[in-house]
């Protein structure tokens, strides 16, 4: 059954900054502070899964390191290239001044190998976030992290927290024996997936399925995950064996809690659930199953004091991935967008078929115009066999569902087939704003619009 909003609250505590290994209760300080001078230095490395060794790219961990600040601080990276060619940093779901958001030719001139680049912003809006490069097929190796813009008073009570990032991956797997060729494309194009590429492993915070990341927690545990899909190709169903989640954000923005047993995530997304760690104990596997095609990736919940139970089968499927999706008609924002009344200024409908929105692809693509203060609707209907999950820079978006307000987000996942979403938006944030398909090579292939303040 679906959490109520009084026994949501009846949830929540005065808890502060937020720790993996519980609550504070500290209080931020007045006023917007920077959160100093982090480095992120770009450059080649290998990566250990489970005993082989493999060549990649990175910002010197995969993931990279979480960057976590408060609502109202400064954001503040200093960027250093030491790849063999252009890059840069776009930090998904935030809503930063356009010049900040790290596309380049669009918004800054890339970063030239050797060369350095110094983001700063404040960042005003809490919540669950990412960063990744914006070069190329750059995302599809290492370069990306977390990023996490804590509130500045937390109404959420839990014992214990843990993001969980999901990839797919394929850098540097080439050279052992059984994997097949990265070119090679198994999905035929007529199968309902997010994407077809061929993806070796599957990876949870940079570790395959036979070296899975352990999430320690007692038992009786309330757990806050924080689950993030920055695949290239893959959607994911994500469950945890023997428990339900409370979902209480989606792309950072807090929604009206709801039940269920298995999140659906398109590239991109992102959801905070809570989840009670098994009173009776043991050791419970985190099952991660592609949309649409072969694979499998996981982590491990293991409950202290049950050092002695057996870890699940590295294959062990938790019934809870057939049971009852998230679904959006069911999520509704804590904090709708302040529309005003009567009708949007402007209205844009798309059909996106094959790597097309509206019949064109970027660069050769109409920009779409819109003026500083107006409210824009965007409609969309997939002709094509593959879910796609549609992400819009410099701004969150309010989905509308048939029973009316859906979620806030950023990113939505529009489903094969016929499937048809409409959100809308403010346009409060001016520049030139990516509008497109977070699967990467949906967008390599021109699956973009620019988004124009005029």
């Not at 991956?169 to 070119?183: L, N, S, T």
């Not at 990876?203 to 995950?225: C, F, I, Q, S």
């Not at 169903?237 to 999140?263: I, K, Q, S, W, Y």
Request: proline content about 10%; some cysteine.
């Amino acid at each position: 059954m679906p959490v109520t909003r009084r026994q949501f609250l009846g949830l929540t505590a005065a808890a502060g900054l937020t720790l993996v290994t519980g609550c504070t209760g500290r209080e931020p300080a007045a006023g917007p502070r920077t959160a100093g001078g982090l480095r992120l230095t770009a450059a080649p490395m290998r990566l250990d899964l489970a005993g082989h060794a493999v060549p990649t790219w990175g910002y010197g961990t995969v993931p990279g390191p979480e960057i976590r600040l408060r609502a109202g601080e400064v954001l503040r990276v200093q960027l250093r290239n030491e790849l063999s060619e252009d890059t840069t940093v776009h930090w998904h779901g935030l809503a930063p001044p356009n010049a900040m958001d790290g596309v380049p030719g669009v918004t800054q001139d890339p970063v030239a190998p050797g060369a350095g680049f110094a983001y700063e912003f404040e960042t005003p809006i809490p919540g669950s976030f990412m960063y990744h490069a914006h070069v190329g097929v750059q995302l599809d190796r290492g370069l990306y992290g977390p990023l996490i813009v804590e509130p500045r008073h937390e109404e959420l009570s839990y014992d214990r927290e843990y993001t969980l990032m999901l990839d797919d991956w394929r850098d540097g797997m080439d050279a052992h024996a059984g994997h097949e060729p990265a070119g090679a494309d198994p999905d035929p194009a007529d199968a309902v997936s997010f994407g077809g590429r061929a993806y070796p492993l599957l990876l949870v915070n940079g570790r395959p399925p036979e070296d899975p990341p352990v999430l320690e927690a007692r038992p009786g545990d309330r757990v806050r995950l924080r689950v993030m899909n920055i695949a290239a190709d893959t959607g994911f169903r994500v469950a945890v064996a023997g428990h339900r989640l409370t979902v209480t954000h989606t792309d950072g923005m807090p929604v009206e809690p709801v039940t269920v047993d298995a999140l659906r995530l398109g590239m991109g997304e992102r959801y905070d659930v809570l989840l009670e760690a098994a009173p009776s104990g043991g050791v419970w596997q985190i099952g991660v199953q592609p949309e649409g095609r072969p694979g499998w990736g996981r982590a491990v919940l293991r409950c202290t004091g049950s050092d002695a139970s057996p870890a699940p089968a590295v294959a062990e499927r938790p019934a809870e991935l057939d049971g009852r999706l998230v679904a959006y008609e069911e999520v509704v924002a804590r904090e709708p967008l302040s529309l005003p009344a009567g009708a949007p200024d402007r209205t844009y409908d798309f059909v996106l078929s094959g790597t097309q929105i509206g019949g064109q692809s970027f660069p050769d693509a109409d920009p779409l115009p819109v003026a500083e203060g107006e409210w824009v609707r965007v409609r969309m209907r997939n002709t094509s066999s593959k879910w796609h999950p549609m992400h819009l820079h410099g701004h969150h978006f309010q989905v509308l569902t048939p029973t009316g307000l859906g979620p806030v987000k950023d990113t939505v996942a529009v489903p094969a087939r016929g499937g048809e979403v409409t959100f809308d938006f403010l346009a409060t944030n001016p520049g030139r704003w990516l509008f497109h398909c977070h699967n990467h090579h949906h967008m390599e292939d021109g699956m973009v619009r620019l988004v124009e303040y005029r």
